[in-house]
Nanobody, 120 residues
Framework: EVQLQASGGGWMQAGGSLRLSCAAS????????IGWFRQAPGKEREGVSC????????YYADSVKGRFTISSDNAKNTVYLQLNSLKPEDTAVYYC?????????????WGQGTQVTVSS
């Protein structure tokens, strides 16, 4: 079965950086689009970033563009999200999900997520 295991979250002071990882299994990784959404308590799901494992094209939400970078290592079936210049409003649970499209926050699969907490 498809599994998406997110890790790397934690606490960070505003302005700091974190690197999230998502280990994927159960499908041919380079045939999928994959990425991240986040959800904070009391807020709606927000699509963060997507990457196409086949052609490397990427998408970023306006709220994170210029601060976050998505990348993938197809040989390891792993996708990463580098979070730089963190802000308190980035605090949320971050979920790895597939498929991932720039104009949708609907996914077929996602994992349990990893908590990111940013303090001012």
């Amino acid at each position: 079965e498809v599994q998406l295991q997110a890790s790397g979250g934690g606490w960070m002071q505003a302005g700091g950086s974190l690197r999230l990882s998502c280990a994927a299994s159960g499908f041919t990784f380079d045939d999928y689009t994959i990425g991240w959404f986040r959800q904070a308590p009391g807020k709606e799901r927000e699509g963060v970033s997507c990457i196409s494992s086949s052609d490397g094209s990427t998408y970023y939400a306006d709220s994170v563009k210029g601060r976050f970078t998505i990348s993938s290592d197809n040989a390891k079936n792993t996708v990463y999200l580098q979070l730089n210049s963190l802000k308190p409003e980035d605090t949320a649970v971050y979920y790895c999900a597939t498929p991932c499209w720039y104009n949708s926050t609907s996914y077929d699969y996602w994992g349990q997520g990893t908590q990111v907490t940013v303090s001012s």
